[in-house]
T-cell receptor, first 113, second 110 residues
Framework: GAGVSQTPSNKVTEKGKYVELRCDPISGHTALYWYRQSLGQGPEFLIYFQGTGAADDSGLPNDRFFAVRPEGSVSTLKIQRTERGDSAVYLC???????????FGQGTRLTVV | DAKTTQPTSMDCAEGRAANLPCNHSTISGNEYVYWYRQIHSQGPQYIIHGLKNNETNEMASLIITEDRKSSTLILPHATLRDTAVYYCIVRVTGGNQFYFGTGTSLTVIP
């Protein structure tokens, strides 16, 4: 069956530009997570949605980062005024409920030049 | 705050059992132990999880000590495709985050 899909798989952008990263979760999964992974590090939590609402956004590093999930399915991670330090792989995961295991997508590799 | 301690790296001979340890001495009664792995350039893959009883599935076995302060993931017959970074994670029931830490880099040697 279809897993978590993330688009684009790679994104190169110039410093200062705005980017959007998309996540299509597994159908029916109510929980959705965004993580960021820098080279050589484990994934770092950014934000968690339960349905349409952000239940925990404590991992967002600053107000340049924002995420939405307007219909409780697809989610978009938005980064304003990108900086070179934002370069990383951005991972999305979904799960059927808060007590279930999460299934990850392949990630979007963002490079800010 | 990863709450777990794992060795940085391990080797295992192909066909042998790989035993990956994890310390979680501050684990709470309502926290599960999860294991994920990440093969190079892929997203993390769920392996197994447990609360206090040992668990087994088609991929691996999870052995949790009686005091729950440590656990071991066992891959019974390691193959070259099991080369990956393995993450041990503790997560509260109904919790909304998985804290990954830096994991153990397992290399299966032919």
């Amino acid at each position: 069956g279809a897993g978590v899909s993330q688009t684009p798989s790679n994104k190169v952008t110039e410093k200062g530009k705005y980017v959007e990263l998309r996540c299509d979760p597994i159908s029916g999964h109510t929980a959705l997570y965004w993580y960021r992974q820098s080279l050589g590090q484990g994934p770092e939590f950014l934000i968690y949605f339960q349905g349409t609402g952000a239940a925990d956004d404590s991992g967002l590093p600053n107000d340049r980062f924002f995420a939405v999930r307007p219909e409780g399915s697809v989610s978009t991670l938005k980064i304003q005024r990108t900086e070179r330090g934002d370069s990383a792989v951005y991972l999305c995961a979904s799960s059927p409920g808060v007590s279930s295991e999460a299934f990850f997508g392949q990630g979007t590799r963002l490079t800010v030049v | 705050d990863a709450k777990t301690t794992q060795p940085t790296s391990m080797d295992c001979a192909e066909g042998r059992a790989a035993n990956l340890p994890c310390n979680h001495s501050t684990i709470s009664g309502n926290e599960y132990v999860y294991w994920y792995r990440q093969i190079h350039s892929q997203g993390p893959q769920y392996i197994i999880h447990g609360l206090k009883n040992n668990e087994t599935n088609e991929m691996a076995s999870l052995i949790i000590t009686e005091d729950r302060k440590s656990s071991t993931l066992i891959l019974p017959h390691a193959t070259l495709r099991d080369t990956a970074v393995y993450y041990c994670i503790v997560r509260v029931t109904g919790g909304n985050q998985f804290y990954f830490g830096t994991g153990t880099s397992l290399t299966v040697i032919p």
